[in-house]
Nanobody, 125 residues
Framework: VQLQASGGGLVQAGGSLRLSCAAS????????MGWFRQAPGKEREFVAA????????NYADSVKGRFTISRDNAKNSVYLQMNSLKPEDTAIYYC???????????????????WGQGTQVTVSS
């Protein structure tokens, strides 16, 4: 499985971006997916996750109410809509696929075994 994240960029505080994660090689439809981010000098942290069916979602407290994760299994893709962006959202954002099929959401990075290359999000104040 290869995951390709895109959609990052430079945006002013209060703006919006939509990240996409497209998969090739194998279907994502049976697997939970997640978004993580890593800011300079910081550990990678959980952002959002969606179950394999799309029926369950989980968010980090820091993004709850501003970010929305979604998936389109027909397009083998996962998305992260980011609204009301803040400078502290600046990071490289990574999408990842769960290692076990039919799993629910998980905030643990060790539950994911395929990772995209990351896309840079920069929010200016």
């Amino acid at each position: 499985v290869q995951l390709q994240a895109s959609g990052g960029g430079l945006v002013q505080a209060g703006g919006s971006l939509r990240l996409s994660c497209a998969a090739s090689g194998r279907t994502l439809g049976d697997y939970g997916m997640g978004w993580f981010r890593q800011a300079p000098g910081k550990e990678r942290e959980f952002v959002a996750a969606v179950s394999w069916s799309g029926g369950s979602r989980n968010y980090a407290d820091s993004v709850k109410g501003r970010f929305t994760i979604s998936r389109d299994n027909a397009k083998n893709s996962v998305y992260l809509q980011m609204n009301s962006l803040k400078p502290e959202d600046t990071a490289i954002y990574y999408c990842a696929r769960r290692s076990d099929p039919y799993g629910s959401t998980s905030s643990r990075s060790d539950r994911y075994n395929y990772w995209g290359q990351g896309t840079q999000v920069t929010v200016s104040s």
